[in-house]
C-alpha cells in the first residue's frame, strides 16, 4: 500500500481560496497512491483562532467539494485533513473529512480533544462524541486529530472497532516536535497498528509548526519522516504486518481494562 502524506505550509499571505486550489492541484499529482493524508486546518491554520468562525464553512461546503473533486480526479482515497465546520445550529466543529476514489464521502470525524485549556479552540469548537473507522480495500483506518493523540485511550477505542492503520492530520507546533514523535510512536506500539500522521509547515498566528510527518509501523519502527517545511512524504508499506505482529507477540489479547464510547465506521 502506498500513502502520500501531503504537509501543506500555511502562509498568511496566501488566502484560503488559494490554497484549497494548490492542495487540490497536490492531491491530483498523488495518482498511483492508494491513500493521500492532509494535515489538520490547513484552510485557516490549527493557530488562527480569530479566523475559525470567519473561516468557517459547511460540511459539504467548498473544501469538501474542491477535495472530492481532487480524489475522484486522482483515484485515490483521501483523508483531506479537517476543516473548521459550521454545524446548521451554528455549533463550530474540527472536522475531518474522508473520501473514496470515486470522490464520495466516505467518513466524517468531529475532533474529541479540544486543544487550549479552557481558550482557543477548546472553547470556540464544539467536541465530538464518535470513534470513526474507514474501511479500505488494504486495511481498516482509524481518525484521530492532533491533540487526541495524548490520549491514548481513543485509540485503543479504535483498535477494538477493527482499526489496523491510524490516521492522524495535525498542526503541531514544534516548541514540542518531541512528543510528536514519541507519541506518534507509542501509539503505533501499543496498538500493533500503522501510524500515518501528517502535520503541517510554516507559522499559524505566530506559531512555528512541527512539520515531520512521520510515519510508524507495529513494532514503533520509523518508516519514513518529513522535515520542517512543505513537503510531499510517500511511503509503501504492507498492511499484512499489522496481524502478523499483534499474532508474534499478542499483547493485545492480554488488556483487561477497556473503553466504550459510540462508534460510527464509514
Known amino acids: 500500500m502506498r500513502a502520500s502524506l501531503l504537509q501543506i505550509a500555511v502562509d498568511e499571505g496566501e488566502s484560503v481560496e488559494s490554497r484549497r ?11 498511483g ?64 473529512l474522508v473520501f473514496s476514489p470515486s470522490g464520495e464521502p ?10 487550549g485549556f479552557d481558550k482557543g479552540e477548546a472553547v470556540l469548537m464544539g467536541a465530538g462524541s464518535e470513534l470513526v473507522t474507514v474501511r479500505l480495500p488494504e486495511t481498516v483506518i482509524g481518525l484521530g486529530t492532533c491533540y487526541d493523540l495524548r490520549f491514548p485511550e ?12 491510524l490516521v492522524l492530520p495535525a498542526g503541531w507546533p514544534e516548541r514540542r516536535r518531541s512528543h510528536w514523535t514519541l507519541l506518534a510512536q507509542a501509539r503505533a506500539v501499543e496498538n ?3 501510524v500515518l500522521a501528517c502535520g503541517t509547515a510554516g507559522t499559524h498566528a505566530g ?11 507495529p513494532w514503533g519502527e520509523v518508516l519514513a519522516e518529513a522535515g520542517a517545511g512543505e513537503q510531499v512524504l510517500t511511503v509503501d508499506f504492507d ?14 489479547k492480554d488488556r483487561v481494562l477497556g473503553l466504550e464510547r459510540p462508534h460510527r465506521a464509514g
Open 154 to 165: 481513543l485509540f485503543r477505542g479504535l483498535v477494538d472497532a477493527g482499526a489496523e492503520t
Open 192 to 194: 500493533q497498528s500503522f
Open 239 to 252: 498492511p499484512a504486518k499489522v496481524a502478523v505482529t499483534r499474532d508474534q507477540f499478542p499483547a493485545l
Open 33 to 96: 497512491a492508494d491513500l493521500v493524508v492532509l494535515p489538520e486546518l490547513w484552510t485557516t491554520g490549527a493557530f488562527a483562532y480569530e479566523r475559525f468562525a470567519e473561516e468557517a464553512e459547511p460540511l459539504e461546503g467548498p473544501t469538501y467539494e474542491a477535495m472530492a473533486k481532487a480524489a475522484s480526479d486522482a483515484g485515490v482515497w483521501l483523508h483531506a485533513g479537517s476543516i473548521p465546520e459550521r454545524d446548521p445550529d451554528g455549533a463550530l466543529y474540527n472536522t475531518s
Open 106 to 115: 466516505a467518513a466524517a470525524y468531529r475532533k474529541i480533544h479540544r486543544f
Open 21 to 31: 486550489v494548490r492542495v487540490a492541484s497536490l492531491v491530483r499529482e498523488q495518482a
Open 207 to 217: 506559531v512555528p509548526q512541527a512539520g515531520h510527518s512521520i510515519v510508524v509501523d
